[in-house]
């Protein structure tokens, strides 16, 4: 541990910051972790697109479909890639506490930076501020690592504003990446950022949020490594100018970015968003793969409409790309 639990929020407020990716977690033909793509991604993104954190099997790196021990070697992977060069964050979300505690004193042993837990799915629940304090709060006295927390809809609800200040009293809860309404996550910063560090994962909104909420940390999805190029780093020139204050150029970098972004939304088929990430980054010459069941793979005629969509949005023309 780089820092005491009591001192977690303020390594957090010196460290965590910046822009910080959600990392896909690439397959192999066999469905087999490929090990190797992972860390050619992991030094791609850091050393070329700038990227400042990341963010290890979470939703976008099917979490859900890969057992304990894979979720805890790609922390392994992750920390030992970074060797201080990036930061790394790692999900422990999970409907059982046992395997939320096993992985979040896991990904503390072997030296990630933090660890997010998604709120759970409650059932039967309607009023669950009770709950969800008491969740939080003993995830936080098994471990001294900072902790984020992570509101999304998918929990089958949102948790308020309120209900986050007042989980940002516990010593070691540093952040969250809040998944809400932007009325939802400015109340929050107001509320409480003097003692929790508030992000969303939409791109599209990061830049207003640096402007209008004097955000610094962009707490994660995909876009760092699917919206940029070793020789076109739109996210991160457009951001370090925000953070600078050069509002006027920043904004016009961030909107030459529409054409992409709209590509990337027009080719992406209902019910595939990693697989049809993946195929994304394969294009932009990355390590991609197959996706696990539950979730559906591309079939050729989407991945023919992805790659005309790619190919006229202007990014990516240097990219030696080996994807058919």
């Known amino acids: 541990m780089k820092y005491s639990r009591n001192d977690a929020k303020d390594y957090a407020r010196q460290n965590f910051k910046g822009i910080w990716a ?4 690439p397959f192999r033909p066999d469905l087999s972790i490929d090990e190797a793509g992972f860390r050619k991604n992991l030094a791609h993104w850091n050393a070329d697109l700038g990227v400042d954190g ?13 057992s304990v021990p894979e979720r805890k070697r790609c922390f392994e992977i992750a920390v030992d890639a970074a060797k201080g060069k990036f930061g790394t964050i790692m999900s422990c979300s999970d409907q059982n506490m046992d395997t939320v505690i096993d992985l979040a004193k896991h990904a503390q042993g072997v030296g990630a930076d933090y660890i997010v837990v998604h709120a759970p799915v409650l059932h039967f629940l309607k009023s669950q501020d009770e709950t969800l304090y008491d969740y939080y709060k003993y995830i936080s006295e098994q471990v001294d690592i900072g902790i ?4 999304h809809p998918d929990s089958g609800y949102l948790m308020s504003p309120e209900l986050c200040a007042r989980i940002a ?14 009325e939802m996550y400015a109340k929050l910063t107001k509320l409480a950022s003097d003692r929790i560090i508030v992000s969303t994962a939409s791109e599209e909104e990061w830049f207003d949020n640096i402007v209008e909420l004097g955000w610094r940390l962009y707490l994660c999805s995909n876009p760092p490594y699917l919206l940029q190029t070793k020789t076109d780093r739109r996210m991160r020139d457009y951001t370090d100018l925000a953070f600078k204050g050069d509002v006027k150029q920043a904004r016009a970098i961030r909107d030459s970015l529409e054409p992409v972004r709209q590509a990337f939304k027009r080719s992406r088929p209902a019910e595939k968003p990693q697989a049809h990430s993946k195929y994304w980054q394969e294009l932009l010459g990355q390590v991609g793969g197959p996706v696990r069941r539950p979730l559906l793979q591309m079939t050729d005629a989407e991945k023919k409409a992805t790659r005309e969509a790619f190919e006229a ?3 990516g023309r240097t990219a030696q790309s080996s994807a058919a």
Do not use: H
Request: hydrophobic share 55%; net charge positive; with cysteine.
């Open 313 to 315: 949005c202007g990014l």
């Open 148 to 151: 984020a927390l992570w509101s």
């Open 54 to 66: 990341v963010f290890v099997a979470g939703k976008q790196g099917e979490f859900f479909a890969m």
């Open 22 to 25: 959600a990392a896909l977690t």
């Open 169 to 182: 009293d516990i010593p070691n809860v540093v952040a969250i990446k809040y998944s809400v309404p932007r």
